[in-house]
Structures are given as structure tokens and as C-alpha cells.
């Protein structure tokens, strides 16, 4: 697994992975594994008399990101998009 990469000023980070998700197939199987084995070790609780798993699947938005290099590995350009799963394109 790739590092995470702290970002100044703002609340984020971001993770330079070492290997890129290339299709949806392997990004939803990579949210099925996440979901199935709970890797990062979060609890159940109870709500309204009910238990809630550790790891659900809610709301669900993605975003992408491009970024343009010229030859000289410096940005260009970039556009990022904001798509919920429905409107993916197989």
C-alpha cells in the first residue's frame, strides 16, 4: 500500500497508489473487500434498538480526478468529476 501524503492548510490527504484501479469491476470489488473483511477494525454499535455493522455501504459519490503532465512532469492542467455509482459508465 501506498503512504499517505499530508496536504497543507486544508483537512485532507491524499494516497498515491501503487497501483492504480484500472476498471469499475476492481474499484467495486475493492469496496466489497472493505466491507466484507472491515480491514481498519470499526466496531458495531446499536441505534434505535437496532445493531449497525461496522462497515456499511452509505451514500454513495465518487470523485476523479486527471491530472496533465507535460514532458517534463509538470502540471498542465488537471479536471477532477463527481459521480454517484449509477451514473458510471461499464
Not at 467495486?28 to 480491514?39: E, R
Amino acid at each position: 500500500m501506498a503512504d499517505f501524503v499530508s496536504k497543507s492548510i486544508t483537512k485532507s490527504a491524499e494516497r498515491k497508489l501503487t497501483t492504480p484501479i484500472d476498471t469499475v469491476a476492481h474499484f467495486l470489488a475493492l469496496v466489497q473487500n472493505i466491507l466484507d473483511n472491515n480491514p481498519w477494525g470499526c466496531t458495531s454499535y446499536e441505534s434505535g434498538g437496532k445493531t449497525i455493522a461496522a462497515v456499511v455501504r452509505g451514500t454513495e459519490y465518487y470523485t476523479g480526478k486527471v491530472v496533465y503532465e507535460n514532458a517534463e512532469a509538470k502540471t498542465v492542467g488537471q479536471i477532477s468529476d463527481v459521480t454517484d455509482l449509477f451514473s458510471v459508465q461499464y
